[in-house]
């Protein structure tokens, strides 16, 4: 029987919901000591002021394992992790650790704006459990792999934001522990620094070492894990391997709508661009859930230029139901023929792509608004709108040999010449 390196026995987490009881002066105590009846009418019973994050979690994941938590939000996810973390004690049940334990819970915590980067690597080195002398033997490879040698004694209130995540990311990867807590932390930077996280938490797990890991990207999932845990409303619901648990999910769980909308207050982006909205459309501009194989489908997307001197580049990135890479597309040799006019404006630009490439099945879309000089992302979302590819053909029509659903994962129409 392997070791165990982590084993949760009937944890469970209640939290307090609203204006439940608190724990307040030395008068207000005496007071509800002294008046009951107040006290009852001034607090909601505890059953309907509270509710359980978590409710009797028990798993155990060996020595070596890498193991994926997979849910929705709110599913208790993180939530778990701080418990095995000992970050968050538990209302019941308890978690056993066996060796020590490092987290990758939320990038670039401990940091200080006025620190220089190499102030912030002992600082965060030291909060995250790292001796001095470890950092100082790590130092070089943390700095090269975070790519930013000249700027390692500027104050990070200066750094731009994918410069202070890949320091951050650096400094926590390089952890020398038995157990490694992440999540979804690895959307940071751009897509080659994306690569070289996933290359170092390959190295990790090759060491022989448990990583715990939890993400939404279910490509990434699927690539890292041997083994997933699926979470819903604070149970365990699966506990199998990894490609069961994600078709699981994505069949049932997984409900990305065809249309996003944000406000200017609340919409992703900084303060040179925002994204406005995103949605799936037919011909005729509506917003579509589904499509059928053989019409041409378009990715709609408003954003509002705030600030900003060049013509910022769209770049869409296209997926299959289990998150496999299908194509990308970007407008950037299209923006070339307009002249760019440095002003506040909203956008709206559109994507068509033609029927009969799609195959069925449900597809995926991440998207980035990006600025190219200097290379600066904006705007990078995954998971932001997705729609279902259907085939609306009669029985009749697909007789034959070739009707009904065909192997691949696009499905194009060629030419064929004879």
Known sequence: MKNFSIKAENIGKRYQL???RRYGTLKEAISRWIKPSQNKKQFLSEAESSMWALNDISFEISQGEIVGLV???????STLLKIIAGITPPTCGRAEIAGQIGCLLEVGAGFHPFLSGRENIFLSGSILG??????KHKFDEIVAFAEIEQFIDTQVKYYSSGMYTRLAFAV????????LIVDEVLAVGDI?????CLGKIDDVASDGRTILFVSHNMATI????????????GKIIMDANINSIVSEYLQNFCDTPSQRTWQPEDAPGDDCIQLLSVRAINLTEKTIQTTDLQETVGIEIKYLIKKI????????????????????SHDFYQKQKISFRSSSREISETCWIHGQLFNQGRININIELSSLNPRKNH????????????????????????????????????KWEM
């Open 18 to 20: 609203g204006t439940g």
């Open 71 to 77: 849910g929705r939000n709110g599913a208790g996810k």
């Open 130 to 135: 790292i001796s001095r002398a470890d950092i």
């Open 172 to 179: 926590a990867a390089h952890m020398v522990v038995d157990i």
């Open 192 to 196: 080659a620094f994306q690569k070289k």
């Open 222 to 233: 699927q690539r890292l894990c041997n083994r997933g845990l699926l979470l819903h409303h």
């Open 309 to 328: 001197h060049q013509w910022p580049v769209v770049i869409l990135h296209f997926y299959d139901a289990q998150w496999l890479h299908l194509f990308s």
């Open 379 to 414: 705007v990078a979302i995954n998971d932001v709108v997705s729609f279902e590819v259907i085939d609306q053909r009669s029985l009749e029509q697909m007789k034959g040999p070739f009707g009904g659903h065909w192997p691949g994962v696009i499905r194009p129409t060629l």
